[in-house]
């Protein structure tokens, strides 16, 4: 059984800076994906990376803020957020999917294993 252990959340001001790791307790390929889930909303993807890091894909809310990265060697998934807003705070969660295809996948069915989150918040 896969587990996905997140870590790098807490409390920021507007403005400031969290570093997201996501580690996987088994070495594969893994297409991996940061969701968010803001209070009282649905669960949406924040952004993802393909297998070998050579695709990514962002929501428009967070592009050119946020970046999503790997090392395949650690296997473990890193989402840099930026410039953060309170409208970034929310439950932030990551996903794997086995998987060695060149997209990122961008859908939550398509993912096979996640993990229990991490809480992000951000004031003014």
């Known amino acids: 059984q896969v587990q996905l252990v997140e870590s790098g959340g807490g409390l920021v001001q507007a403005g400031g800076s969290l570093r997201l790791s996501c580690a996987a307790s088994?070495?594969?390929?893994?297409?991996m994906g940061w969701f968010r889930q803001p209070p009282g909303k649905e669960r949406e993807l924040v952004a993802a990376?393909?297998?070998?890091?050579?695709?990514?894909y962002y929501a428009d809310s967070v592009k050119g803020r946020f970046t999503i990265s790997r090392d395949s060697a650690k296997n473990t998934a890193y989402l840099q957020m930026n410039s953060l807003k309170p409208e970034d705070t929310a439950d932030y969660f990551c996903?794997?999917?086995?998987?060695?295809?060149?997209?990122?996948?961008?859908?939550?069915?398509?993912?096979?294993?996640w993990g229990q989150g991490t809480q992000v918040t951000v004031s003014s």
């Open positions: 990376i393909s297998w070998n890091g050579g695709r990514t």
């Open positions: 088994v070495a594969a390929s893994y297409a």
């Open positions: 996903a794997a999917k086995n998987y060695r295809g060149i997209t990122a996948p961008r859908f939550q069915h398509e993912y096979d294993y």
